[in-house]
């Protein structure tokens, strides 16, 4: 099967998977499930809560009748109950997106980047730095204007301080995945899972064993390109810093990225 048929038949799932979210929720099937805005690391973590756990992870298949963990890029809704959101620096995300939507890699196939490419028509896309505001625009109007897709700021704003929301971020996985995938695990009512057990998975599923390079070893290729945080540092400039603070600024203080609107 080519990579275009396949990467629509994948469309066809997730949308198929949004519907099955929606009907069946978690009280109904034991459903896990987990929520993010793209390119905050929700596979990685559904694959690590999948190997703890023991429960089914579907990914990129239709689901079946069954307990399993369900991903997506579904802003919450009473309607799911319990959700695990993955939240991450949207800055870092803004770059994390620029390279998988505007360059092909190992999950985004030619059509896909023609088609993202077609909307943000730049002279060069390896001009990251210049482009980037207006790509940042995008995000937060054309991309988020798209049938049940979000902007980053909406997401924020119905998952933090929400009591049916376990948040667990990018960075926490990052640093201490155990942790995070502990306190996700209990919040969600399933079955406590043993330190050693969870460090076992995280080791298996870290970014120098998936990747076999450092993280920080960037792969534009890849799906899994850097495995950092803090790389909006290397690609904002100020006109990014003040177009993401227009935006975003709120949303970054309310989810305990900055302290205050004085960063830069």
Known sequence: MGKDKRSRLQIWSANLKR??????KNKKLGLVLVTEFPKS??????QMLE???GIPFPRNVSPNFEEAIMHG???YHKNYGKVICILR?????MVSAYFHFLFENDRNPSFSVKNYRSKMPFD???NVEKNMPEFIKYMFNGYAAKWNHSSWSQVVNASVDNSNVCIVKYEELLSD????MDRAIRFVGKTPVSREKLQAVVDDFSFKKLTKRKPGDENKKSFLRKGIAGDWKN????ESIDLFKKLAGAELIKAGYEKNMDWK
């Open 89 to 93: 620096d949207g800055r870092d995300i």
């Open 124 to 126: 060069d896309y390896e």
């Open 73 to 75: 890029h579904n802003i």
């Open 41 to 46: 690391g929700g596979t990685w973590f559904c």
């Open 51 to 53: 190997q703890a756990t």
């Open 19 to 24: 519907l099955y979210m929606w009907h069946f």
């Open 177 to 180: 995945a155990p942790s995070a």
């Open 235 to 238: 690609y904002f400039n100020q």
